[in-house]
């Protein structure tokens, strides 16, 4: 079995790396070095089956990922409208959780035949996460999920970013096929699960292994054209036109061939960056984003061509933000105060919108930390600045495992 861990990890986020390891027909795995602790399987954790997948290990999140687009657009065009500019990202673009595109938005993947696999386990099934999937395409939710304007120092040229996935469709999705897959009925409510659940696997030639990779896909499907959907509103507020693009998941389940066999790649929290392969990885608001691509090295190949999706937390939303009373909204014992994450966010240039201090620079490790633990797998090509941020407000619940 081929195991690569990258920079340094807390002891229980290695633990529960090994167990993932220890379940199922596992070929091989990589800690990167944006690891942390998560629900059954690390983000920043890549478990390689053989004809083998994992719901648990996707996660509920399914088909997070980045879009990001560099504009015509120089910072000089945008410099002094930026206040405006956000205020319009922020006013038109839906975060939150639960959130309702205020457009309906056709899209030709409501045509897809893999609809069929809702249809297999229920038509009531079908209709409800159906129409939750169009009411919510193109809206953002919350949780460290964002919308970023940022810039190439180097060129000055203008880039619009995005984070999220395939939203309330894709969590109920999720649960649903850990409920077929621990022998409960697919909308039953699930019991309190815990974040050292053993890794829940399905034979991919299974007919629930089957539907489940087919729900996946169109899963994945459905977060894309979320993304694009969303970075195209902001190029219209921007007035921009599109000169290149990077777009790539980072919560999936990809059948690759590594070391001459078929496998099933499970990645949490980490982006595929095979040779020639581009990605975006994203940074705090505090921090550097960066656009790069995969090396053809030993080292990506003991990687299963795997990288970081972003700088990866040293710090709980609990830790940070303080324990929240839902009925009275009012949290208690944070670490991290409003202020100081207001002031590093302006010391940084940032003009921010929404956001609570569980998404603030502090509980991140530095980007280029990580980077520079994966430099014998990736070059970067473009070092971004972020100038304008816009999440969903402070104190948003976030159901949201991963």
């Known amino acids: 079995m081929k195991t690569t861990i990258f920079g ?7 633990r529960q790396f090994q167990n993932c390891l220890n379940t199922g027909q596992v070929l091989g795995g990589v800690l990167c070095a944006d690891g942390h602790y998560g629900y059954s399987q690390p983000v920043g954790g890549v ?12 996660g509920y999140d399914i088909a997070c990922g980045n879009k990001a687009v560099k504009t015509n657009l120089k910072y000089n065009d945008v410099k002094k409208e930026l206040p405006r500019i956000m205020d319009a990202i922020n006013g038109t673009i839906s975060f939150g959780i639960g959130r309702k595109n205020k457009e309906r938005v056709d899209h030709e993947l409501f045509d897809d ?14 209709n409800k996460l159906k129409k939750l999937a169009i009411e919510q395409l193109g809206t953002v939710g919350s949780g460290n999920h964002y919308v970023d304007l940022l810039i190439d120092e180097e ?26 897959a621990n022998g409960r009925q697919f909308s039953d409510k699930a019991p309190g699960e815990s974040m050292e659940q053993a890794p829940t696997l399905l034979d991919l030639d299974s007919e629930v292994g089957d539907m489940y990779y087919r729900a996946m896909t169109l899963a994945g499907r459905y977060a894309y054209a979320g993304r694009d959907y969303v970075a195209d509103q902001v190029l219209s507020i921007l007035g921009a ?20 066999q078929d496998t099933v790649v499970v990645r949490k929290g980490a982006t595929p960056s095979a040779a020639g392969q581009l990605g975006f990885i994203g940074g705090s608001m505090g921090d550097i984003s960066v656009i790069v691509q995969g090396k053809d090295t030993e080292t990506t190949a003991n990687a299963f061509s795997s990288t970081v999706h972003g700088a990866g937390r040293i710090m709980s939303r609990t830790q940070a933000a303080g324990k929240m009373n839902w009925k009275t909204r009012q949290r208690s014992g944070g670490q991290i105060t409003e202020k100081q994450m207001y002031r590093a966010v302006k010391a940084f240039g940032v003009e921010l919108r929404g956001a609570g201090t569980d998404e603030s620079p502090f509980v991140y490790r530095k980007l280029q930390t990580v980077l520079d633990a994966h430099k014998d797998t990736i070059d970067v090509l473009h070092v971004l600045k972020p100038i ?8 948003e619940l976030d159901p949201y495992k991963d």
Not at 113 to 126: L, M, S
Not at 155 to 180: E, I, M, Y
Not at 246 to 255: D, G, M, P, Q, T
Not at 388 to 395: I, L, P, T, Y
Request: glycine share 10%.
């Open 113 to 126: 035949p893999d609809w069929n696999v809702y249809q297999q386990i229920g038509q009531q099934e079908h």
């Open 388 to 395: 304008g941020v816009c999440m969903a407000g402070a104190n």
């Open 47 to 58: 478990v390689v089956y053989d004809r083998q997948i994992s719901p648990s290990g996707v």
């Open 8 to 14: 340094e990890h807390e002891e229980q986020t290695l």
């Open 241 to 260: 036109v599109p000169v290149f693009s990077v777009h790539n998941h980072h919560n999936f389940a990809w059948k690759e061939n590594h070391f001459g």
């Open 155 to 180: 060129t000055q040229d203008v880039w619009v970013a995005n984070h999220f996935g395939s939203r309330g469709f894709g969590h109920k999705t999720a649960s649903g096929f850990l409920n077929l």
